[in-house]
Structure formats: C-alpha cells, structure tokens
C-alpha cells in the first residue's frame, strides 16, 4: 500500500490564525480525502481533492474555513482557517491508490489543539 | 444514506480470551466492507476487507470478520487477544456505486487487560 506522510505531525494554535497540513504520497494516486476526527468521535469527510479541479466539499463544510490545494498526483494541503477551539482534532488524508480504487489508505494524522 | 453501528463502544477482555466487535450497516444494497484499527496517538491502519467473494475475511494481527447480508453485519473477531491490540477499532461501509463515500461507525475501544 502507498505510504504517506503528513505534517505537521501535531501543532498548538491560537484562536484566529491558520494552519496549513501537508499530505504527500509516495506514488501517484487518483483521489486524496481529507477527513476530521474530533475528540473521541469517528471520522468525518471533510472533502475530496482531485489533482487540477477544485475539492468536492461534504456537506457542514465550505472552502472558506478549509481550502484544499491539490497540485499534483502526491501532494495535497488543506488549511485550517480563522481557527476557533472547536476546530481541534485530528486531521487525516487518505487516498485510494490506482487499482484500488475501492480501498482508502490513511496517513498518521495532525493533532492540533487550538486554544 | 448508508450507517454504521458499532453497538459496543468499549470492550474489556483479558489477554488470551476470545473478542467479538460487532459492526451493523443499514443498507442493503452492494456494499465494501472495512476495519481500519488506530493505536493510541497514531492514524487509521487497514485490518481487513470484504470486496467480493468469500464472507469469511482473514486480515492482519489474526483477525478475521465474516459479512453476513441477511443480518446487515460485519463483526470483527480474534480468537486469542493480546494486549497489544489495546486499541479503537472502527468499522466502515461504502456503496460499490460510490467507493469515494466512507462512513465510519462510532469506534470500539478495545482494551485487553493481563
């Protein structure tokens, strides 16, 4: 399965800034995900990142608080905007690699604690 | 819209003993099954899967999880648990006509005592 990396791997914010998560690949894949894992609860997709498109946004959340960028086949970033402290979680992307398209591999995650 | 229902959000077990975690999904239609496991402070690590085929699905650490289409289940089972498999464990369900839509259960925290 493909390996992937995230980082930062954890980060401590303030209330209104933003935070930048890296999300690289180490080989090329179709569909990138973007989930959120607040504390003690299951996963939540946030959006979809397709390379040259813009990001497909679950419904709850908008681009406005969390834009996507999605240059190309191994790297994404997605940002945490204007952060509040219900904004701390976990944040894990995932990808479906070629041929296994049904079939999401997820990174480490990025714990972030905004205070 | 597809649900997971993960009916047990804890279990304690003791090291060697048997463990059942039972995942439910809501529809009946063609669906991919998942476990994925996370340890503690780390991301989701895939268990096993039900694409196709066989009901009796065998994955790592020993586990195995059997989809029965009648009752809508996919339970996850270890004969003989230790006490590193101390950890959450999630059950996920997609549409084979919408792979991208993963929708996860609550979790089942697993924890082995010696």
């Known amino acids: 399965s493909a390996v992937i990396s995230q980082k930062p791997s954890r980060d401590i914010c303030q209330r209104g800034t933003s935070l930048t998560i890296q999300c690289q690949v180490d080989?090329?894949?179709?569909?990138m995900f973007w989930y959120r894992q607040q504390p003690g609860q299951s996963l939540t997709l946030i959006a979809t990142?397709?390379?040259?498109?813009?990001?497909?946004?679950e419904s709850g959340f908008v681009i406005d608080k969390f834009p996507i960028s999605r240059p190309n086949l191994t790297f994404s970033t997605l940002t945490v905007s204007n952060m509040s402290p219900e904004d701390s979680s976990i944040y894990l992307c995932?990808?479906?690699?070629?041929?296994?398209?049904?079939?999401?591999?997820f990174g480490p995650g990025t714990r972030l604690l905004v205070l | 819209a597809q649900s997971v229902t993960q009916l047990d959000s804890q279990v304690p077990v003791f090291e060697e003993a048997p463990v059942e975690l039972r995942c439910n999904y809501s529809?009946?239609?063609?669906?991919?099954l998942f476990w994925y496991v996370q340890y503690p402070n780390q991301g989701l690590q895939l268990l096993l899967k039900?694409?196709?085929?066989?009901?009796l699905v065998k994955g790592i650490n020993g586990f195995e999880a059997e989809f029965n289409k009648s009752q809508t289940s996919f339970h996850l089972r270890k004969p003989s648990v230790h006490i590193s498999d101390t950890a959450e464990y999630f059950c996920?369900?997609?549409?084979?006509?919408?792979?991208?839509?993963?929708?996860f259960g609550t979790g089942t925290r697993l924890q082995v005592f010696p």
């Open positions: 080989s090329q894949v179709t569909m």
């Open positions: 990142a397709n390379q040259g498109s813009e990001a497909t946004y």
């Open positions: 529809s009946s239609v063609s669906v991919y």
């Open positions: 996920a369900v997609s549409d084979k006509e919408d792979t991208d839509k993963l929708i």
């Open positions: 995932s990808v479906d690699q070629a041929g296994a398209g049904e079939t999401q591999y």
């Open positions: 039900y694409l196709s085929g066989s009901t």
